[in-house]
């Protein structure tokens, strides 16, 4: 007897179409599975069988043959199991002759019958509903997850018996509920009504959340540069559902989704320890897994007391700032993540903290200082298009009963420069400000003649680099956009130079 069932494998966030057939014939008891599957595709033959005895489902004593098509491809993962397990059903006569071509089976089946979720099954859905499928069976912990695709029905099933009386029309599963996200699930909690003072660092990132620039914060312990970033994605404008569904892709695969709440609609905010590994930062592994830049995909990736990283993980960061994706090659093959994301750094002056503080209470040589600060190096420095300094607070200013604006108000600014944007590049794969092409440079970011004379004296005194450069006109770009003008202005220029200057100021001790 002959069976075939549709399912999907993945590596990385690639889905690939697997159609699992299944020979039955007379012959000494066996079970085998081929088409390059791995060792946890091969040892689902011991699940299924005890899964069968517990189901009280008499295991076939014949010639099993199991093909997972196309057999040059490499199988991995337990997401096979619910597949193997329908074609098994149909070839014994479990289940009615009923057809099954426009079904899709994901899931890993337990010893007890079970059926376990998987990671990365958004992607198999997308995968599924393109190769025409009309319904998909899923482990019941993944339906909502599922189900934030639309135009497929998705059925989750928490044991392999529900799927028998499901397909004998004895209890048919209802199809889960189509997601929707509520209202309250947009907002953050942290807001930037809960940050005492700081105007300038205030203005300098709702800069870099109208333009999605990147930022390197100094200052003194304690001056609040890890509350300023937590608190940025809460004044960035919303996630558009073509947005959620990437950010959500890359979670899936990395297990990270929540089971409650599985479209991601905030803008993630990862924030790695200093001691992350290169592999934890830009993904790896024999089947590549998602790091750090792509799990921020879409979001903020906060990097908090930078010149403690590693040189190789910063140094690593350089690439994916510049293309927005990261390769990771192995033996079975590559796999490329997106990583479009607003790089936070924040650090202190020197290593005691208090370099250039009014109460004078830094301690460190100039040798020391010169050491720390130089773990940041000069072409990882120019990748960050905003540098603020983050001074210590006074006590009249946090004991002050005014009200802080609070993010909601910045979010609305924000969210004007950011339409603006949206319409001068429509039609382009450019996003905001920040990602300008140099192919549109001219066009885009046009200077008035006081601008011009201003950069061109600007660029010969500072010695700036042509990557520099580019920055500040991306900067100024925003800072007209925020002010509603169409044209560049010296103000624009001048605040952007502003904006570039703590170098001059730190790393030419």
């Known amino acids: 007897m002959y069976a075939q069932v549709h399912t999907a494998g993945l590596f990385g966030l690639n889905a690939f179409p697997v159609d699992v057939e299944i020979e039955a014939s007379a012959g000494l008891e066996s079970f085998d599975i081929v088409g390059l599957a791995d060792a946890s595709v091969r040892e689902s033959r011991d699940r299924i069988k005890s899964a069968f005895r517990v189901t009280g489902v008499q295991f076939p004593k014949a010639k099993v043959l199991i093909n997972l098509a196309p057999a040059d491809t490499r199988k991995t993962g337990s997401g096979f199991d619910l597949a193997i397990t329908m074609a098994l059903f149909r070839v014994l006569g479990v289940i009615k002759d009923e057809p099954l071509g426009d079904s899709a089976f994901f899931g890993e089946v337990a010893l007890n019958g079970d059926i376990r979720p998987i990671n990365g099954i958004l992607p198999l859905t997308i995968l599924a509903k393109k190769q025409g499928c009309k319904r998909v069976f899923v482990p019941f912990d993944n339906a909502k997850e599922a189900s934030c695709i639309k135009g497929i029905e998705v059925y989750g099933a928490k044991h392999i018996r529900n799927m028998v009386l499901h397909f004998n029309d004895r209890e048919r599963m209802l199809p889960a509920k189509p997601y929707e996200p509520t209202d309250d699930s947009f907002f953050s909690t942290l807001d930037f009504r809960d940050v005492k003072g700081q105007q300038s660092a205030k203005f300098a990132l709702e800069i870099a959340a109208a333009g999605g620039h990147n930022v390197l914060m100094i200052g003194a312990p304690g001056s ?41 609609i905030r803008r993630p905010f990862r924030s790695p320890h200093h001691t992350v590994s290169t592999a934890g930062l830009a993904g790896g592994g ?22 403690e990283f590693s040189r190789q993980a910063l140094e690593l960061l350089r690439q994916p700032l510049e293309d927005k994706k990261v390769t990771i090659a192995r033996a079975a093959g590559s796999v490329t993540y997106p990583c479009s994301f607003m790089l936070i750094a924040a650090m202190n002056p020197c290593p005691c903290g208090y370099f250039g503080h009014p109460s004078g209470r830094c301690k460190c040589n100039m040798k020391q200082i010169h050491n720390y600060l130089s773990r940041i190096s000069g072409p990882m420095l120019d990748r960050f298009d905003l540098h603020v300094d983050v001074p210590s607070v006074d006590y009249s200013e946090l004991s002050s009963d005014t009200k802080e604006e609070p993010s909601e108000a910045i979010r609305e600014r924000v969210q004007k420069a950011r339409d603006i944007q949206n319409k001068r590049f429509e039609g382009t794969s450019v996003t905001c400000n920040a990602n300008i092409t140099s192919d549109l440079m001219s066009e885009v970011c046009v200077l008035n003649d006081k601008a011009k004379d201003m950069l061109g004296k600007v660029f010969d005194k500072l010695g700036l680099s042509a990557r520099a450069y580019d920055k500040i006109l991306k900067v100024a770009r925003t800072l007209a956009d925020m002010a509603g003008r169409e044209v560049i202005d010296s103000k624009d220029i001048g605040s952007a130079v502003q904006f570039r200057s703590l170098d001059r100021k730190y790393w030419s001790v």
């Open 224 to 264: 609040g540069k890890s509350m300023l970033a937590k608190r940025i994605p809460s004044i960035l404008p919303r996630m558009t559902f073509d947005e959620s569904i990437e950010a959500t892709n890359i979670h899936s695969v990395a297990g990270l989704v929540d089971k409650d709440e599985p479209l991601i």
């Open 286 to 307: 024999s089947v590549p897994r998602p790091g750090e830049v792509s799990l921020a995909h879409g979001g903020v990736l906060f990097l908090d007391e930078l010149p």
